[in-house]
Every structure is written in structure tokens, then in C-alpha cells.
């Protein structure tokens, strides 16, 4: 995919990527996003959770929440996707940096109305999170289905930035140099309820977000 105005990276854009496939590979392996918009002059931010396909990404909310009536209104907007992967520490604090993973999607929402589409969006979602919990779990009726706002975003312009690279430090003795890695993983689950922790929660533990 060739980059446009909005979507070109300018600060090293050597780290840039601009094909679809690696988008949907960033975006397979998540599904927490920070989701950017513009509501009457102001600027907002608001992570989500999210699930996608090739072409569209999902949210879900209040259907009196801002988000949401930004999003079905089919205004711009712009969505964040962001994996760190390392603390890159040098001897001068101003050449400190990250190892990341980065995305950058542009796009417009719109209302899903169809319950049975909603319900497969939250399937997908609830694998993503937690696979194998949706055999395990209280499914929406019509009711819950129609009081939550269900959006889609069409992917319409994207930019990747990825540095992993280990960049060589100058020499200095002085000060110890080097990358401290960032691992973001399931951790040990804690129970609100007095029945036994399932199998396939227990099975999380200490395995990557990034599957």
C-alpha cells in the first residue's frame, strides 16, 4: 500500500511498512487500542478493547457514550496499536528509547444493527481475550444485544513503524548500556468465585498476549 499525506512516516521512515498483511498480523495479536477522534473542537483518546478482520475493526460501548456517537456517525478517526518490546538504555538520558512494535489506522465507523452479527463480534472478542471461554459463559439475549452499541471501522489508510533493531551504543565505560526486554504476559488468575479455576484459564499463565 503506497503512503499518502496522513499516513507517511517522516521521522525515520526507513522503519516504515505499508502492507496490509503485516497490519493484520499486528492486529491478529492483540485487542487493546487506543482509539483518537475530534468531538465539537476537542481532542480525546479512550482505549478499547477490539476484534477484527481484514478489513473492518470492532468496538463496543455505551450507546450514549461519546466514542460511540462519534463512531456511528462515520467521522474520521484514527486508531493506535502498540506493542513494546524493549527499554533501550544509554549512557546520556536524552538517547533513550524503545523497541516497538507500532501501527497507525485511519478509518470511519459505522452502526451494526444485525444481532446476529453482533453476537459473532463478541465471540470473536472473547477468543481473542480468552480462548475457549466462550463455551464457558453467560451469552447475551436479545435484550443485552440491543442495549450495547456494536461499530465497525473500515481500515482506509494505515502506517507501521517497527524498531527492534539492537542499534550499536557508543563507546562509553562510564555508564553501563543496554536493552532491557518487555514481556507482556497472562498472569496468575485471582477468583471472585468459590468454584475451582477452569483448565483453560489456569493455561494462560505466563504465556504472551501477543499469541
Known sequence: MSSNIRNKIKRYPDRGIYEKYKLIEILNRNFIAEVAFEDQGQPFIIPMNYCNDDYQIYFHGSPESRLMNVLRSGKDVAISILEVRGIIIRSRVTDNSLQYVSAIIFGRGSRIDDNEKK?????????????ERWNDTDLPEKKDLDGVEVVSVKIEDFSIKINLDEIPFKEDMSRWQGIIPVEVNYGQPISYSHLDIPEYIKKLKGKSIYR
Do not use: K
Open 119 to 131: 453476537m459473532q463480534i463478541f465471540r470473536n472478542l472473547m477468543n481473542r481475550i480468552s480462548p
